[in-house]
């Protein structure tokens, strides 16, 4: 996808490809392609000046927010109120969010600068997860909170069970090191960023005597689950080259 020409206020085919991944059509096509438009192309723009994603991203998480709390109280109806805290915070975690925007292929689609490209952004892991939300919040405004809760079930609370267990990334990874014999994870809180109804925090997680990964996400645990996340896939890498079982 050229990512140097702007995008096209009529239909085009990777409007088509993306919605029949979504499975959702848009009355506004213009609202999805604001929902994959980063703030590097928007900001490279001199005469077309489509909006990035940052506003339909929050909104997005809003949203998202409450179909899952939603839908936790409906079905954990004897669970308390932190059990379900802990379930909601790690379905709408930056790694599950990636989970869900790399399985539909997302990246492939979003407008970048030519600086961001080049920079290596499209790598990004959290962008997949921002995409994803932006994504909610067109829909949520396109065709209302039904058609929006639709695609979060679909994608978002798909195998729940298994994200749920999955994405429990600290506590497998510190059972790895104890296992192991290996000194606890360290997580290292190295920058806040963002409004304070939109701040951005990331993390580095330090294992074994070296950083092994970072993350980032809206609260400073969200940013410690993905680090771990991420940390656990670089263990996998390690051990694949090395013909040791993948972690468990």
């Known amino acids: 996808m050229k990512t140097t020409t702007a995008p096209e206020s009529r239909r085009s085919d990777s409007v088509n490809i993306l919605e029949a991944k979504i499975g959702y059509i848009f009355n506004d096509e213009l609202l999805l392609l604001e929902a994959i438009t980063h703030s590097s192309y928007t900001n490279e723009q001199t005469i077309y000046h489509m909006p990035s994603y940052e506003r339909l991203e929050f909104l997005g998480d809003a949203i998202l927010g409450a179909v899952i709390a939603e839908y936790l109280f409906k079905i954990y109806p004897e669970m308390a109120e932190g059990q379900l805290s802990t ?3 790690r379905l709408v975690c930056e790694a599950a969010l990636t989970i869900a925007g790399t399985e539909l292929g997302l990246k492939q689609h979003i ?5 961001e490209e080049q920079s290596g952004g499209r790598k990004r892991r959290s962008l997949a997860a921002d995409v994803v939300e932006a994504i909610i919040g067109a829909i949520y405004i396109d065709g209302g909170y039904s058609a929006a809760e639709e695609f979060i079930h679909k994608f978002v609370l798909a195998d729940m069970d ?6 429990d990334a600290k506590t497998l990874l510190q059972e790895y ?17 963002g409004p304070d109804h939109a701040m951005i925090f990331v993390v580095e997680l330090f294992f074994d005597g070296g950083k092994l990964s970072s993350g980032s996400g809206k609260s400073k645990k969200s940013a410690e689950q993905s680090a771990a996340y991420y940390a656990l896939q670089e263990l996998d890498n390690m051990k694949e080259k090395t013909h040791v079982p993948k972690v468990n």
């Open 162 to 167: 298994e994200k749920i267990g999955t994405i």
């Open 177 to 193: 090191a104890a296992k192991n014999g290996i000194k606890k994870p360290e997580y290292r809180l190295t920058n806040v960023s």
């Open 111 to 115: 407008y970048l600068g030519r600086g």
């Open 87 to 89: 379930i909601r915070s």
